[in-house]
T-cell receptor, first 113, second 112 residues
Framework: KAGVTQTPRYLIKTRGQQVTLSCSPI?????VSWYQQTPGQGLQFLFE???????NKGNFPGRFSGRQFSNSRSEMNVSTLELGDSALYLC????????????FGQGTRLTVV | GNSVTQMEGPVTLSEEAFLTINCTYT??????LFWYVQYPGEGLQLLLK?????DKGSNKGFEATYRKETTSFHLEKGSVQVSDSAVYFC???????????FGTGTRLQVFP
């Protein structure tokens, strides 16, 4: 079956702009999580969604927001982009039952110039 | 709070050498533990997992045992290959959440 699909794969934006990233989970998966990966900070948790509800949020400013739709697809939005937002943004999906594993997409590489 | 500590890299080995990458954790309760691998330009792939104390996860010749007494989950492989060159992440997941807490990652370079 198809894996986790993230679009777009690459994105270049200018400081001050906003951006929306998309994640389509594996069919049947209802839990979606987002992570930011940078060389300096490593992998940091952004959000966790299950059945359209945000269950957890990481320590990021309010410029970072997300949502999940009824078909489990998720989007994250970053407003007023800063140079430091340049990163690989990874989405993971899981079934959300005991002993399940998270499957990651290939990520969206965001560059802010 | 929960945290994961991994050994610093890079780890540089010759083909067929023995590999150990150390991982220790701090957590309340009984977390699940994972090793993920990331190849250049790719997302993360689950390598192995263990969900309770004394469980051994294994895959593709890699092994790790969940040691509650030492709060460790060290990754081992008896004979590495050039194709194992990648970045390896240790991670934990607490109860009733899908949030993963990652270590800093360890880059492995294997030379022929």
């Amino acid at each position: 079956k198809a894996g986790v699909t993230q679009t777009p794969r690459y994105l270049i934006k200018t400081r001050g702009q906003q951006v929306t990233l998309s994640c389509s989970p594996i069919s049947g998966h209802r839990s979606v999580s987002w992570y930011q990966q940078t060389p300096g900070q490593g992998l940091q948790f952004l959000f966790e969604y299950f059945s359209e509800t945000q269950r957890n949020k990481g320590n990021f400013p309010g410029r970072f927001s997300g949502r999940q739709f009824s078909n489990s697809r998720s989007e994250m939005n970053v407003s007023t982009l800063e140079l430091g937002d340049s990163a690989l943004y990874l989405c993971a999906s899981s079934l959300r039952t005991d002993n399940t594993e998270a499957f990651f997409g290939q990520g969206t590489r965001l560059t802010v110039v | 709070g929960n945290s994961v500590t991994q050994m610093e890299g890079p780890v540089t080995l010759s083909e067929e050498a023995f590999l150990t990458i150390n991982c220790t954790y701090t957590a309340t309760g009984y977390p699940s533990l994972f090793w993920y691998v990331q190849y250049p330009g790719e997302g993360l792939q689950l390598l192995l997992k263990a969900t309770k104390a004394d469980d051994k996860g294994s895959n593709k010749g890699f092994e790790a045992t969940y040691r509650k007494e030492t709060t460790s989950f060290h990754l081992e492989k008896g004979s590495v290959q050039v194709s194992d060159s990648a970045v390896y992440f240790c991670a934990l997941r607490g109860y009733n959440t899908d949030k993963l807490i990652f270590g800093t990652g360890t880059r492995l370079q294997v030379f022929p």
